[in-house]
């Protein structure tokens, strides 16, 4: 590991990659994923079909964070500040473990709207 994922929402699509901790393992194993997204401030999540322990969980993150919220459970994508947040700093609603993150740009990423479907897959 880490693994190189395409993450599509509609017409965009972005890349990034996972982690080597226990619950990117997990993640890959099951890709690919697909979901509905919903949003949240700058950040959208969807319900994915795990459900695993929190691994050295964080609440506040960073811009193109993938993270696993163990409370939805939810795959998250993190590009800015959320209604949780404090200033600037990006703030999970609760702690999330970091499974990876996008490369490059994430603000197409606020284009993206409540129900669109997204899918993750590993790029081979």
Sequence with gaps: MPEKVRITVGTL???????????????HATLPIRGRVNTWGNEIYFSVPLELEI???????????????????????????????????????????????????TSALKTIRSGNEIIIEEIG
């Design 55 to 105: 691994e050295n969980g964080k609440e506040v993150v960073e811009t193109g964070d993938i993270g696993y919220w163990p409370d939805g459970p939810s795959l998250c994508v993190f590009f800015g500040t959320t209604p949780k947040s404090r200033g600037t700093e990006i703030r999970a609603a609760s702690p999330v473990t970091i499974v990876g993150k996008i490369s490059g740009d």
């Design 13 to 27: 699509t972005l890349e990034g990659q996972l982690n080597d901790t226990k619950t990117a393992r997990t993640i």
